[in-house]
């Protein structure tokens, strides 16, 4: 049986490579009408042109409540303030206003200035770091309080209820002078972690937001594709730029010259072959949609740097959308022109009077004739080994695995970014996100107050759902009903197997490792040198990446196993005829189309 089964396969396998269409040679600009023509060559037109404007538009915008400042400027909206980001630095790592008075009093009392403006100011230069401009604003307390009446009361303790009352004043003048506020002008949200003690300041609420008041937001920075990539690549994260000039920079365009090709070309087995990788290399573009979606998520920032609130926000723009409707497109065009191809390949073969025909068993779950199979071997064409329990089990656990990485690495942590401050880089807030956070986090609260680019932010989040949720659920829960039998009509296949071009979890891991990477420089690029002498956010990785990176190597070879059963049983559908001719090649899981027989 053995033997007869091996000459029927190798009989099916001479008339395919010898009598096949593939042998035959058209172009699909011969076989379809001069109108068609012009309308697919418009459309790779237009696709380009709108590629060109999404990456020479703004992408995105990096907002914040302070204005982009150098490390020299004040710190704040105050016009009287003097004192620099440097300055602010030094008066948070001091204690901020809760030991001013203890540094005012070691200057004018422990080193003898008393209320001598010039040695005071030397003091808290020489021995804080203060700028000259910030210590002339601390020189004069002592002064201010003495014209007060107050030397007596701050002599005794500068700490005291009765100093701290009667210096209010001058502590007025003193804010004023130096831009700091007062942290009695700042309610604190707090949210509990693992330890109620243990309070989260990502969350900063300025007096402003509590009375409804909207904040003032400035633009520092836009991202877009050519800016963003020199700034990568000044800052260091070179192999950031290089991926997305090569994905989303010069791929986009290639695309749409194979295609014109593939429009052009008379070889059959070429346009196949060409159109069978267009689907599934083509969703790689994405990469730039993802890289820009973990930007506008990773920089958001609520920090208290001294008792200056920071607040940093980013919003999507028509160019990234624009972007990804152009991506979406050339799917669109790939599928298309797969299609054509298909039925040019079925009148094709009619003309040649090899009708298109499906097994008599098509019926049967495509899982219960599965074969584990290398009988494809030209050295040894006698060669078999075959096991339907092997092929059961080995189809079933991996797509049982494949499904088990998705929803566990779905939802763990995929990305963690941290916001440090100061010289040490002490974490102040930690923000961690999984496969779903990460998208929704474009519609939280924060992000969309005061937004004015809310359509933009709901159109990357659904259609990053549709990409990385949707479509790989959609997939999975085709291939196990083709699998069990409940389905088993080839367009149910073929529909999976288009989706499955859309479904690109390996893209958005290949964005969140880019990103990452280097995500320090880039945002120390970002914020300048006055910003990044302060502030940081690095970007890590999780646990959830990792099984998404084990889940994306086994869904393809689940996706593979089920296209090459479906080839075999499909074997004459010019759709599987590339997936056919790789399992004779490559060995696979095929269909013993011969064993209802027995």
Known sequence: ???????????????????????????????????????????????????????LGVSGVIYSNQPRVDINTNTTNNATGTCTLKDTEIWNALGGAANRSITNSFCSQQTGCLVDVQCNTECFVENFGYSTACAECFAVLPQCG??????????????????????????????????????????????????????????????????????????VYEIKFLNALQDAWNGDAKLLAFLVVIFSGLWPYLKNVLLMFAWMTH???????????????????????????????????????????????????????????????????????????????KEHNKEADHETQETADVERPLLAALQFQNAY????????????????????????????????GSISEILRFQTTEGEQRDVVCERSYNVFTLGTELLSDEAMRDSSAEPAMWTLCMAYLLLVVVSPLVVHLIQMLALLGAVSNSMILRLGDSIWTFASVDVLLMGVYIVQYKFDALINRLAGD??????????????????????????????????????TRYNHDPYYQIDYLWTKVLGGLVLDVDRSSD
């Open 146 to 219: 003495l014209q007060n009446g107050c030397a007596f009361a701050c002599a005794q303790d500068s700490q005291s209820d009765q100093c701290q009352t009667c210096n209010l004043p001058c502590q007025q003048v003193f804010y004023n002078c130096t831009g700091f506020f007062s942290s009695a002008r700042y309610v604190y949200r707090h949210r509990r972690r693992e330890q109620e003690e243990q309070s989260d300041t990502c969350i900063i609420i300025d007096p402003k937001e509590q009375e409804g008041t909207p904040i003032e937001y400035y633009p």
């Open 377 to 408: 071997n030209s050295s040894n064409p006698g060669h078999s080994c075959r096991s339907v329990t092997f092929a059961l089990y080995f189809v079933g656990l991996s797509w049982a695995t494949s499904m088990a990485l998705y929803v566990v």
């Open 1 to 55: 049986m053995n033997e007869d089964l091996q000459q029927k396969n190798r009989r099916s396998d001479d008339i395919r490579t010898d009598d096949s269409s593939l042998s035959s040679s058209f172009s699909l600009a011969s076989k379809y009408s001069q109108r068609t023509g012009y309308l697919q060559t418009l459309s790779l037109v237009l696709n380009a042109a709108l590629m060109l404007y999404a990456h």
């Open 267 to 345: 070889s059959i087995d070429t346009r196949s072959r060409l159109l069978k990788w267009l689907k599934r290399l083509g969703k790689y573009t994405l990469v730039d949609v993802y890289v820009v979606l973990i930007l506008l998520v990773g920089v958001w920032l609520q920090a208290l740097i001294g008792e200056t609130t920071i607040k940093i926000r980013g919003e999507a723009r028509p160019a990234i959308i624009a972007f990804l409707v152009a991506t979406f497109w050339e799917f669109w065009h790939i599928e298309w022109m797969a299609a054509l191809h298909q039925e040019s390949l």
């Open 530 to 567: 006055a910003g990044s002498d302060i502030l940081g956010v690095n970007g890590e990785m999780g646990p959830g990446f990792f099984l998404l990176l084990a889940y994306s190597i086994s869904s393809g070879f689940v996706q593979y196993f089920v296209n090459s059963a479906a080839a």
